[in-house]
């Protein structure tokens, strides 16, 4: 695989036109975690879909990394799919996190990949399901609409307090 400038602009627009199908997938997660853990959150519209894509493709180091990450699942297959099963998950959860941004959103998206892989169910091979799965972690986890995300953390210290 090369990952040129080219080949990152390319990836974005086709993460950016799979919206259709990992909207779908972000929204259901949501719905299913927030009945888990007796929560609202809200659902994730299209636009807020693609407007976050554009986001994470604009940060250079970011976008290069998710990129190879989406080719790499795109182009993954196994015949028979279980022997290929650790390659591809380990793929899609590095590239949920990498979306998510720094912890502690990454290991909230690693996690959100493995629940959201099991609602995933896309033709094309077993990276594209991994894929779908991922994006769908990923953005689920860095777009606004959780409760918690909402109000400010209890455990941040006053920096006056440490002079």
């Known amino acids: 695989m090369n990952v040129t400038p080219e080949r990152v ?16 997938i972000v929204n259901e997660t949501r719905q299913r975690l927030a009945s888990e853990f007796e929560t ?3 659902t994730v519209a299209p636009e807020a879909y693609r407007e976050e894509v554009k986001r ?4 250079g180091d ?34 949920a996190a990498t979306i998510a941004g720094g912890a502690p959103l990454s290991i909230l998206a690693q996690a959100t990949f493995h629940y959201a892989d099991v609602l995933t169910h896309s033709d094309g091979g ?12 990923g953005f689920q986890t860095r777009l606004p609409g959780w409760d918690w995300q909402e109000t400010e953390s209890p455990f941040a210290v006053d920096p006056g307090a440490l002079e």
């Open 62 to 95: 970011v976008a290069v990394n998710v990129a190879a990450y989406v080719g790499l699942l795109r182009g993954l297959d196994v015949a028979d799919d279980y022997p290929g099963f650790v390659v591809d998950e380990v793929l899609g959860r590095e590239l």
């Open 40 to 42: 609202t959150v809200s």
């Open 9 to 24: 602009a390319a990836e974005a627009v086709w993460v950016t036109e799979r919206c259709d199908h990992v909207v779908p």
């Open 126 to 137: 077993a990276g594209l399901d991994d894929l779908d799965a991922a994006l769908a972690a």
């Open 56 to 59: 994470v493709f604009a940060d």
